[in-house]
């Protein structure tokens, strides 16, 4: 057993629908972490004494402790196209992505790109994550060995691309399910680790191949499902184009039988109220990307229509599309976006999203997203001082509602003291 003492903060329900049972906040708490789950949260002062001699204390006085972030949307091949000038979502795949994603056919490459990722992510605090990887077979392999070995809960999957892009990135809709099956029977399941089929988006597959995700999906229970959903106006005339037989965009993926409680589209920003109606009724997931929809000038996630809609939905960074790895910075971008809509984002909300929202929404919430007895121990200290600036300001709070909000506005990677992924040390700040 290990304790850790600090300020504890976690939701137990979602402040939109349970405003005042969601969030448990203990000022001088202790965590308690046994063979890698939580044992026990509550106060320092009376959980102390019977606390057996011995037990290895950590004392994080002074910051915060909260249940890993989750990330539902990142492409762990674009880490070095993150930040590239100037275009729109179709000429940007073209320009960057596509030419990118080319060099993952090298393995060797691909676990070098994967490791410096997961690094990444730790630094910024975020301990699952549901990841796009290339066409290639090998780029999957490599991110799931180096997820395996940082003993990461994470979900990814194979690109299926069979038209539209560049012939080094093409597969078919037959080498696709082949190569998707072998990675299956691989991965899925195996340690933390879950596959999503990843139809890359509607464009660059042919009907074929989204049948052939389809039939993935009918074969193995337990399986996700990963792609882009009506993120840019271009991209919607082309969709429709292409397949002149969907009332929408949203039908080119339900005629393949791609809905439901484990399918997870990034962006949905452009969706008729018929089409929100479906993913509400099949309770397919959106992935919200505020960095990104701001970046490729996508448009605005109106999360007040989608929340009275019924649609579920969490946070994404979209990495490199996105520009921040941290939810940090992907909450305070989610905020201002809501502000363009004459919406609000509250603080509790916004740190609900990023951890237990994110962990039902990815139906992993009897594993992670709080500190419920049982739950795994992935976790991060919150270093609320990390700045001058954000010393200064956090000074000047009176609520925690407000501290909160700061955090979001202010914060970044600077903000993680350190990273904890089943009770044991994964990145420090010290280090
Ligand atoms: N749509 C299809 N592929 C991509 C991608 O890599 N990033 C984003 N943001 N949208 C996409
Ligand atoms: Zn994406």
Known sequence: MRAFRGSILHYLEDPHSHPDQAREYIEDGLLLVESGRIRAVGPYASMMPSLPTGTPLEDYSGKLLMP???DLHTHYPQTEVIA?????????????TFPTEMKFSDKAYASAIAERFVQELLRNGTTTAMVFTTVHPQSTEAFFEVAEQHQLRMIAGKVMMDRHAPAG???TAESSYTDSKALIERWHGKARLSYAVTPRFAPTSTPEQL???GRLMQEYPGLYLQSHLAENRDELAWVAELFPQARDYLDAYEQAGLLGPHCVYAHGIHLSDSACQRLADSGTVLAHCPTSNLFLGSGLFDMSRLTDQGVRFALGTDVGGGTSFSLFRTLGEAYKVQQLLQHSLHPDRAFYLATLGGARALSLDQHIGNFLPGKEADFIVIDPESTPLLSFRIQHCKTLSEKLFVLATLGDDRLIAATYILG????????
């Open 169 to 171: 990135l093409c597969d």
């Open 68 to 70: 890993g972030m989750i």
């Open 424 to 431: 044991q040390l994964a990145y420090s700040q010290e280090a």
């Open 84 to 96: 590239s000038y100037g275009r729109q979502l179709l000429d940007w795949l073209n320009n960057y």
């Open 211 to 213: 049948q052939a995700a």
